[in-house]
């Protein structure tokens, strides 16, 4: 079993700057399709943006430009960092990974993707 817990989530006004983390412990391996989701209230969930095991990030249009996603596998910490926040961006923030590479297309493509772990999730509020 691979356990995520997610930090960071908050309330700021449009235009402010948020970085969400995720700690994972368990069976997690370096390897893994590692993402970032989110949920408005009554909308499907969305995933944000994903990373590989090679470091290969993708992102969903709606974010590109603004967030970017990162890991330090020293220490199984997953990062978003969320820039030029807007009020479309609040919503319910997951973490989620998946033992499939391919996960990492599919997330941020797919939408409501099912993947392998997930996080409880960390609200995001963007507002004046």
């Known amino acids: 079993q691979v356990q995520l817990l997610e930090f960071g989530g908050g309330s700021v006004q449009p235009g402010g700057s948020l970085n969400l983390s995720c700690v994972s412990s368990?069976?997690?391996?370096?390897?893994?399709?590692m993402a970032w989701f989110r949920q408005r209230p009554g909308e499907q969930r969305e995933g944000v943006a994903a990373?590989?095991?090679?470091?290969?990030?993708r992102y969903a249009d709606s974010v590109k430009g603004r967030f970017t996603i990162s890991k330090d596998n020293a220490k199984n910490i997953l990062y978003l960092q969320m820039n030029s926040l807007k009020p479309e961006d609040t919503a319910m923030y997951y973490c989620a990974a998946d033992r499939d590479l391919l996960s990492c297309t599919a997330a941020t493509t797919v939408p409501n993707y099912g993947m392998d772990y997930w996080g409880k999730g960390t609200l995001v509020t963007i507002s004046s």
């Open positions: 990373v590989d095991g090679f470091g290969k990030s």
């Open positions: 368990g069976y997690y391996y370096d390897n893994f399709c």
